[in-house]
């Protein structure tokens, strides 16, 4: 093996390729132990919070399933992942609609299958709550800024600013809604987590300004995902997360800390991928040309999206070794911007042949669910569970 990552044993590594030497590449191999472990470890070390797993993550019925025997609760964002989680048996308490983006339809068709914990953040998505979920709860989504420690920005697009924050608190009392807390997304794999403490402090704002001016208690603070996975770069361990929030909280509200919700995408399923795929060609672009150009089975479409302007950067191994030098990732697709890594320079051995496999480790999050279904014909990419 070239380079196994830090955080993939001998012994795991083992089991991966066991169960990966039994199928045609590409596909993804899910091990649903480190799920587990990744569950468990984030239960224990935020005791006082309680779990929304945000389900585009990885989607599969396997992950729905243990994370529902674990005891999770699920953060939803469409009536297709709503009966998906609620056919695992799921009741309606352990269920937030956390899309800020939705049709009156839809939220008709969450509150009659009982879901009484709405987001929003406008005027008009409140209305339609109090509408079709009357009397439910509803958080109100801030924007945060400083995304910039994410690798994948969640920000702009959602939430609203603070002032807004406090009025559609107030027009949700108005509307016989109860307001019920405030929410935020500091951006996925961030790895500054001092952006926690800016957006806590914006929080910590509004409740006191709903408190003292109109009289509004609030509840509970969810703070979104934005826990790392293992990248090439490096993040803090979930234990600097936890301890740094947890002070950030406790400065920001004492000892009544509200309740807490966190919705973890990445950091559950992400280390629990392997995505294995081939190589289709090696070529250079001139008999002087420097670097060669492997072209493998997967690429953009069939689940590394997240290379997007070279955004994510996965550790990348294959079991050739020897000496190393600079390739160019791309994948199988005519269309020029299915590339993978073209500026950072990832080294893969001379020895490398057209055919061999090409391991890309910690892409269980993000990948299965952003597959597309027919381009070129590819199939959308396989997932297998161990
Ligand atoms: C995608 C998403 C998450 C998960 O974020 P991660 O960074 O993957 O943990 C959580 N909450 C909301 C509202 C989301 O859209």
């Known amino acids: 093996m070239q380079q196994l990552p830090e955080h993939i044993s001998k012994a795991t590594w083992k089991r991966f390729k066991q169960a990966a030497d039994q199928y045609e590449t590409p596909f993804l191999l899910l091990d649903l132990d480190i799920v587990r472990e990744k569950y468990q470890e984030l239960e224990l070390s935020f005791d006082y919070a309680g779990i929304y797993y945000a389900v585009k993550a990885n989607p599969a019925d396997e992950v729905v399933q243990l994370l529902a025997d674990l005891g999770s609760s699920f953060d939803i964002a469409s009536v297709y992942e709503l009966d998906k989680v609620l056919a695992f048996g799921v009741t309606p308490e352990r269920m937030s609609f956390g899309n800020t983006i939705k049709k009156a339809s839809d939220i008709a068709y969450f509150y009659e299958r ?39 920005p969640l920000s ?43 957006a806590i402090a914006k929080v910590k704002f509004i409740f006191e300004r709903l408190h ?84 493998l089975d997967v690429g953009k479409f069939s689940g590394l999206i997240e290379t997007m302007d070279e955004a994510i950067k996965y550790q990348v191994s294959t079991e050739c070794t020897g000496a190393q030098e600079a390739v160019i990732l791309a994948g199988p697709t005519c269309d020029s ?37 027919e381009f070129n014909g590819f199939p959308p990419l396989k997932q297998y569970v161990i």
């Open 114 to 152: 009982g879901v009484r914990m709405y987001a929003t953040d406008s005027e008009a998505d409140l209305r339609n709550i109090a509408r079709f979920a009357p009397g439910s709860k509803v958080y109100i989504r801030i924007l945060t800024e400083g995304s910039e420690g994410a690798d994948w």
């Open 156 to 198: 702009r697009k959602f939430g609203c600013n603070p002032d807004m924050a406090v009025e559609l608190a107030v027009l949700a009392r108005e509307l016989g809604l109860e307001p019920w807390g405030i929410s935020f997304h500091v951006g996925s794999q961030q790895r500054d987590i001092d952006v926690w403490d800016a």
């Open 212 to 295: 003292k001016e109109h009289d509004i208690a609030l509840q509970m603070i969810n703070m979104g995902g934005g826990f790392p996975a293992s990248y090439l770069q490096k993040t803090n361990h979930l234990v600097t997360y936890h301890d740094e929030i947890t002070r950030f909280l406790h400065e920001n509200f004492g000892d009544q800390i509200p309740d807490i919700v966190l919705e973890p995408g990445r950091s559950l399923v992400g280390d629990a991928g392997v995505l294995v795929s081939e190589v289709v060609l090696i070529s250079r672009k001139s008999t002087t040309a420097l670097e060669r150009w492997v072209y």
């Open 337 to 373: 911007m299915d590339i993978m890594y073209e500026h950072h320079k990832y080294e893969l051995p001379l020895s490398l042949e057209m055919g061999d496999r090409v391991y890309w480790f910690s892409t269980g999050a993000y990948t299965t669910s952003y597959s597309s279904i």
